[in-house]
Structures are given as structure tokens and as C-alpha cells.
């Protein structure tokens, strides 16, 4: 065991474990906890010296705004603007893998570096049960980052967590793997009509396309409006080659389907898999003695355009 995973104190998510992680964030603190897309590095929304410590810990540019923890859309509506859009798309797919980035509130009770500034504030309900309990108990929104420095490969599991962090986080709330083990997909939708998806994620863009009845508009802005839009991110610490059928002698190979390589994302060419598996397999293929990484093509369809998303952002 590292150092930094020694200076971590991971615990188990039971009820003991959720009970002092609420008490923790209700006093200000950082605690990293599982959710279904990967683990997040949460404090209380509303305070501002709590949000700075994400900041710190992460290393994160302030111009990087953080995504709000809420237990319901009820809740939700406190913080933002609902319009009939953002209705239809949380019944439809809150709790869930859906952040949805929507007028702010005047008044709501969220610190500014939330919203870096913005008049806008990226809002998600979570449906992973550590992360809910843990909502409930503190009585709080949460921001919640990926729980990792900035920039690097995000966490699936509580001990990517504390490679990553160390001691800058007290409290990591062990709850296994993540399921979906991509960030959540972010849409912003515009008050003059129009809907972008800002990051791709495990909910597709043609599955929100069916609800709101019309097609996105592309991207065409370079402003960060949300997080994950960084040009480069994701990264392990080495050069990643994509698309590759065969790999360099100095290459770690990461797989999926046909081609092996040391490691495969998913044998059967399951993309749900290769999702869930992606940064996992980073975290190994940053481990590996190898200097360079080389990654199987991915095809770039429903999910696998979010993996391909990550893996650009990750060789960038």
C-alpha cells in the first residue's frame, strides 16, 4: 500500500460510515463518495470555504465549475430554473446519469465558485444509494468533482481515490466499483430554445433527442461551461496512441474485442462494459512499466462516443 492510500482513511459505506460522512460535510469537510458514474470529491454547496477546499485538493482551475449533488427535483428547483425541458428530462432520467446545466436561482444558497461565475449551475441527481443516504443524512447539496487532481484519470474505485489524493482527502466511503464508470452526460439547456450536449456520457444524446422531440445543436463555443470540457483531461501521466490494431515494443496495449492486448475493456465488444472499464484500465496502464499507452479503436456510437470523448481528451 502507497503512502497516500495509508494517509487516507477509507471506510466502509454502512451506516456508521454514512452517518460520519454526513457529519463531516455538515461541518465543512471533503469526502469522497461512490456514485454510479465514478467517485466524487464532495462538500457542502453553500459554503464557500468548503468549495475551496475541492479546489485545493484537486488542483482545479477556478474556472472549472463543479456539478450540485441534489436528492430530488424538488430540490433542484430551489437552484435553478425549470423550464418544461428540464422537467420532462429529469422524470425521465433522475435519478440518474443526467446533469443538467440550467439558469441559476436568483438567491439560491450556492457559493460563486460553484458556478465559477457563471449564471448558470450544473445540477444532477444522483441515483447511487451511498451518495443518496449520504445527501439525505447531511441535509445538503453537494458539489461533488470527480475525486481526483485535476486532469488525471478519474476514480471507479475508493482506492484510485487514494492513490490520487492521499491525505488531502480525511474520508473516502468504500461502496466497490462504479457501475457506469464514465461522468455523468451534461446538456445545457439554452432559455432562447435550443439544447447542446457539453459531455458526452453513459445517457446518449439520441435517448434526450426522443424526450425534448428535437435534435442538439452542436458546440460551437470554447467557453467552459461545465466540467469535463477541458481539452486536455483524463490523463495518466503518459503518451496515449488511439486507434491502434497492434501495439509498440514500449507500448501497453489496452484492448477491446478482437485486439487483446495486456489488458481488453471488453473481450465480447460490449461497449456498456468498455465504459466501465476505461478508467480502470488507465489507472493499470499508468502502473505498467511501459512509457507509452496504445488503445484499440472504440466505435464511436451510443456510449462509445463518450468513451471516445475520454480517450481524445486523455492523448491530448
Known amino acids: ?103 441559476l436561482q436568483p438567491g439560491a444558497p450556492i457559493a460563486p465558485a460553484v458556478t465559477a461565475g457563471l449564471p448558470t449551475i450544473a445540477l444532477r441527481c444522483p441515483a447511487h444509494p451511498v451518495m443518496r443516504a449520504v445527501i439525505e443524512a447531511s441535509g445538503l447539496p453537494l458539489a461533488a468533482p470527480s475525486a481526483n487532481r485535476s486532469g488525471g484519470v478519474s476514480p471507479t474505485r475508493a482506492d484510485h481515490v487514494a492513490g490520487s489524493l492521499g491525505a488531502a482527502v480525511p474520508l473516502i466511503l468504500d461502496g466497490g466499483a462504479s457501475a457506469a464508470g464514465l461522468e455523468s452526460t451534461i446538456v445545457a439547456l439554452r432559455e432562447d430554445g435550443p439544447w447542446q450536449v457539453l459531455r458526452p456520457g453513459p445517457i446518449a444524446a439520441e435517448r434526450i433527442a426522443e424526450v425534448l422531440g428535437c435534435p442538439p445543436e452542436a458546440v460551437t463555443s470554447a467557453a467552459i461551461e461545465a466540467p469535463g470540457q477541458l481539452a486536455s483531461h483524463y490523463a495518466p501521466g503518459k503518451p496515449v496512441r488511439l486507434n491502434a490494431t497492434a501495439a509498440a515494443d514500449d507500448e501497453f496495449l489496452i484492448g477491446f474485442g478482437a485486439i487483446g492486448g495486456d489488458l481488453s475493456l471488453s473481450p465480447g465488444g460490449d461497449l456498456a462494459e468498455a465504459a466501465a472499464q476505461l478508467y480502470a484500465a488507465l489507472h493499470a496502464a499508468a502502473g505498467a512499466p511501459h512509457p507509452r499507452i496504445a488503445v484499440a479503436p472504440i466505435p464511436d456510437k451510443g456510449i462509445g462516443e463518450a468513451i471516445n470523448d475520454r480517450l481524445a481528451r486523455a492523448a491530448a
Do not use: C
Open 1 to 103: 500500500m502507497s503512502d497516500k492510500q495509508e494517509a487516507a482513511q477509507i471506510r466502509a459505506a454502512d451506516p456508521a460510515g454514512i452517518a460520519a460522512a454526513a457529519a463531516a460535510l455538515r461541518a465543512g469537510g471533503l469526502v469522497a463518495l461512490p456514485t454510479e458514474t465514478v467517485y466524487g470529491l464532495a462538500a457542502r454547496a453553500d459554503r464557500a470555504e468548503s468549495v475551496a477546499a475541492i479546489y485545493r485538493a484537486k488542483g482545479r482551475p477556478d474556472f472549472n465549475p463543479l456539478i450540485v449533488h441534489v436528492p430530488s427535483v424538488a430540490v433542484a428547483r430551489g437552484l435553478a430554473r425549470f423550464d418544461p425541458r428540464a422537467e420532462a428530462l429529469a422524470a425521465a432520467f433522475w435519478p440518474g446519469a443526467l446533469t443538467l446545466v440550467l439558469p
